[in-house]
């Protein structure tokens, strides 16, 4: 099924994303929890792509699994930005011999040297070759505190609109804790004439590690009634673990009251994190 249809439809969605490992020693770890974490029925699930398509194919692997043998609507990521065109290709044709017809497309960060291979230099390009290429249902990624490399958040939203122009179907938020941020977002997206579904993300932080990674790497604010679970009780991992699905499963509640109803889950591969959120809604997603 393609997520746009899904998310065209006036339900609430419960999505889960998962990442394939980077070494094959530990891929039957990782497909393990990805099983567990498909047994639990969410709407769709995602996987992700490492930078310069280094995981490319165990995503493949795990997303075709995923499909064929639990019957999952999978969302497989595609990254541009260290990849030629040949080898999106060579991607979009596995990916429709897999029956796999849900493409998040993402320029990708850019690696640590700068080098960047010189077909692609940005999301949109990438979302043109993708519908040029096969009967796909393209998705992208927006940022609602603005994308860490942009001179504004108005320049943002341009580049956002960019994307949609190209053909993108429908957007997935990147994690943030502060549901006003999404709010204000929304509106002047709306504003800006970008109609298309809106997913949002919500990452589930259950230990402290996660939280400093988080801030260092996309500076996403914090509220101070986050910082204060953390204070009190960063240091017992199994109460902040619970805090973290808690305060996630707030979250998503406020989020669904206000009438955002598709949520995609960044799980971290951890199938009692995604089973906790769900528990946490049963009753609201019916």
């Known amino acids: 099924m393609k997520i746009s249809d899904l998310l065209r439809q006036d339900q609430v969605t419960l999505s889960f994303e998962v990442f394939p490992p980077k070494t094959s020693s530990s891929y039957e770890s990782v497909a393990q929890a990805t099983r567990e974490i498909a047994a639990l029925r969410p709407d769709f699930m995602s996987v992700t792509y490492g930078a310069g398509g280094g995981t490319s194919e165990h995503t493949m692997h795990i997303a075709s699994d995923l499909h064929a043998q639990y019957g999952v609507n999978v969302l497989a990521h595609l990254t541009c930005v260290s990849s030629s065109r040949a080898h999106v290709a060579k991607m979009l044709a596995s990916f429709q011999q897999q029956g796999i017809e849900n493409i998040l497309a993402l320029r990708g960060d850019i690696p640590a040297d700068g080098t960047t291979a010189s077909d692609y230099h940005y999301a949109a390009e990438l979302v043109r070759d993708i519908k040029a290429q096969g009967d796909f249902c393209v998705g992208g990624a927006c940022y609602p505190e603005g994308h860490v490399e942009a001179v504004s958040k108005s320049e943002d939203i341009q580049h956002l609109k960019e994307k949609v122009e190209a053909g993108c179907e429908f957007l997935t938020t990147q994690m943030f804790f502060d549901n006003n941020i999404l709010y204000n977002f929304l509106y002047r997206i709306r504003e800006k004439g970008i109609t298309v579904p809106v997913v ?87």
Not at 257 to 270: E, L, S
């Open 200 to 286: 949002a993300g919500i990452m589930p932080v259950t230990n402290v590690k996660q939280i400093k990674r988080i801030t260092s790497m996309s500076g996403t604010y914090l509220p101070e009634r986050f910082k204060a679970i953390v204070d009190r009780f960063g240091d017992n991992p199994a109460a902040m673990k619970q805090a973290g699905v808690i305060y996630a499963a707030e979250q998503i509640i406020d989020l669904i009251a206000n009438g955002v109803n598709h949520i995609h889950i960044y799980t971290m591969n951890k199938p009692e994190i995604a089973a906790g959120i769900q528990a946490s809604l049963s009753e609201i997603l019916g």
